[in-house]
């Protein structure tokens, strides 16, 4: 059996539910020493009314969990995903995938579960999805279900079920209908009806054996049924063989999930609810009769029922309808079940196999079937037999093959390489020889008529658009000073707390001096890191001295920023944006290099910036 493997499990029914192969098969391989983390049904239909309480139930059990995941005992996690139930919506399943797909990361991570074996009761997008998220060992998909004719909405499940036996790296069914399904996309499918667990059965016997006490009061003879009270079984047929032997007792023991509602008038039949796996063989015992009773339709045509080898471990009698596989096993089995395959000769079956129930050669008989057919441990043992030689082929191929995985690489990056220097020699000529960053810049430009004011502002370059300390300013200040001496304002303010050295704002009031203006017509603003605060430290210095009108320089590429800030932060003060007319940074605009895509580029990325903050 395997050992030693970390197995994540995709199963199609709850942890909680009635006790299957999804259970009996996980618990065997954390028994044995691996590690596995049962995800809970996803689902392939949208729930309704009835699924109320098993959605209360994972909603619990999410809450009692680590972010859904809690252990059941050793090696064994269960994870009950919250996700939305729409299983055929493209968009449910993106949302999906981002609720769920990280915290399998996560959990994967933080317990070392790498490389896991993803083995699959389901065929839904979502699994795919898991697939393709995790690196795995292998795929394992156990279709044990008709899923397509479980529901019209289950119809969709086609083209997931498909793309996963593709990519599968080994299949089982429980079927022979779905063999032939599956072997159409998979040469790799092997058939394994589910099975009983031998240890708990053969507890059992005649001596001493302890009645359940909602079995005390039900008279015999007792007609017995274990397993989900659902749609498939035929529930005409059970109310016609009900009246028809009104001395018999019709006991049905499992969870309920349709409406029974039509049997409250019937008082010989009893509906006694799900029980633990384990107690099952107590109520098999006390059944005189076990039955089948199940409808003929296209899903049923696909159902191996378990309870097969389950009634036959115990060597009771057992009556079915002809569904496609209990007349399989018949042909297996030299004709042990009988079959009813019309309602009156069902009814007349019930009577002659109650007078011949405790054959004793009879009974040892059907209780070796059971163990030779349906023995979990067999099957088990045998399935990952199949496993573990999948394995061991994917390693050997690995290991043939890395010599060709490599040289496949190099091809690959070749191919990928030359539309990757195609893009990047395109994009170079676009941005270089063309005027496609002016066109792109031009919006960052803009200008006002030149008026008279109260003030001129002259903001400092810091770095600058050339990304070097102490460069840009002299541009600013020059043109400040030829406005002042122009007339336009009566004095000047320098904006800048940057310091390379020494302030920008000292150089740039020396340089002003140096070109004629008083010390005294110079206003220093020397706090501001950025534009935002060049604006709002100015602001403040306007409003203290009654300002109403200023003149605003900066670079042409920097103005639209400017305009944006002052428009929210000080909108009381008429600004006319005087951007400088010559800039020895950007030329002429027609050799284009890479210090202006940069500097374009750093200018939008600003703006987007100053709007996240709140500050535009």
Not at 181 to 190: D, G, L, M, P, Q
Not at 238 to 265: C, N, W
Not at 299 to 312: F, G, H, Q, R, S
Request: hydrophobic share 40%; proline share 5%; aromatic share 12%.
């Amino acid at each position: 059996m395997l050992q030693n493997e970390n197995i994540i499990c995709i199963s199609s029914i709850d942890w909680d539910f009635i006790w299957q192969g999804h259970q009996e098969i996980m618990s065997a391989l954390a028994s044995n020493g691996n590690r596995v983390l049962f995800v809970e049904n996803t689902g392939v239909r949208p729930p309704n009314l009835k699924d109320l309480s098993r959605l209360k139930k994972r909603v619990r059990n999410w809450l009692h969990s680590v972010k859904g995941i809690r252990k059941e005992k050793e090696n064994l996690y269960i994870y009950s995903p919250l996700i939305l139930p729409f299983p055929y919506s493209r968009v449910a399943r993106k949302l999906n995938g981002y609720m769920m797909l990280p915290v399998l990361r996560r959990w994967l991570k933080s317990v070392g579960f790498s490389n896991p074996i993803i083995w699959t009761f389901l065929p839904t997008g979502i699994v795919l999805d898991i697939v393709d998220a995790i690196d795995n060992k292998l795929i394992v998909y156990y279709c044990i279900d008709n899923f397509m004719a479980s529901s019209p909405q289950a119809r969709n499940i086609k083209r997931t079920e498909d793309e996963l036996l593709k990519r599968a790296d080994i299949v089982f069914v429980t079927a022979k209908n779905l063999y032939d399904r599956c072997s159409k996309y998979n040469s790799n499918v092997h058939v394994f009806p589910y099975g009983v667990n031998m240890d708990v059965y053969e507890k059992i016997n005649a001596g001493g054996v302890k009645i359940p006490e909602d079995m005390t009061p039900i008279k015999h003879p007792v007609v017995g049924y274990i397993g989900g009270i659902h749609k498939w079984i035929d529930f005409e047929l059970v109310k016609f063989l009900a009246k028809a032997h009104t001395d018999k007792s019709f006991v049905f023991v499992g969870p309920l999930q349709r409406d029974i509602s039509e049997f409250r008038s019937i008082p010989n039949v009893f509906f006694l609810g799900q029980k633990r796996y384990e107690e099952l063989p107590y109520y098999v015992f006390q059944f005189d009769v076990c039955a089948i009773p199940y409808l003929l339709t296209e899903y049923t045509k696909n159902v191996y029922p378990t309870k097969i080898n389950e009634y036959l471990s115990l060597g009771k009698p057992v009556i079915s309808t002809a569904i496609s596989e209990v007349e399989a096993f018949n042909n297996r089995n030299d004709d042990v079940i009988f079959i009813g395959r019309t309602k009156e000769v069902f009814s007349s079956l019930i009577d002659e196999v109650i007078s011949d129930a405790k054959n004793e050669s009879l009974c040892k008989k059907r209780a070796t079937i059971a163990k030779e057919e349906g023995s979990w441990d067999v099957k088990i043992e045998k399935i990952c037999g199949l496993v573990e030689g999948k394995i061991k082929e994917r390693e050997k191929e690995k290991s043939l093959r890395w010599k060709e995985n490599i040289l496949k690489l190099y091809r690959r990056s070749r191919r990928n390489l030359v539309p990757a220097l195609a893009a990047l020699l395109l994009a170079y000529l676009m941005l270089f020889h063309t005027p496609l960053v002016w066109i792109i810049g031009h919006p960052l430009k803009l200008s006002s008529p030149i008026q008279k004011a109260d003030s001129i502002i002259v903001l400092g370059g810091g770095v600058g658009e050339s990304g070097k300390a102490a460069q840009g300013y002299e541009e600013r200040v020059e043109y400040g000073v030829e406005l002042y001496k122009n007339g336009y304002a009566p004095n000047i303010v320098f904006s800048s707390g940057f310091k390379y050295a020494v302030k920008e704002v000292s150089i740039m009031k020396a340089l002003a001096e140096s070109l004629g203006v008083p010390k005294e017509a110079i206003v220093l603003e020397e706090d501001a890191r950025n534009t935002y605060e060049n604006i709002k430290f100015s602001h403040s210095i306007a409003l203290a001295k009654h300002w109403k009108k200023v003149i605003i320089i900066s670079s042409p590429y920097h103005m639209l920023r400017v305009s944006l800030v002052c428009r929210k932060n000080a909108p009381d003060i008429q600004s006319i944006y005087a951007p400088i007319p010559h800039s020895l940074f950007y030329g002429d605009e027609k050799q284009v290099y890479l210090r202006h895509v940069v500097a374009i580029l750093h200018e939008y990325m600003g703006i987007a910036y100053y709007y996240i903050r709140g500050w535009i």
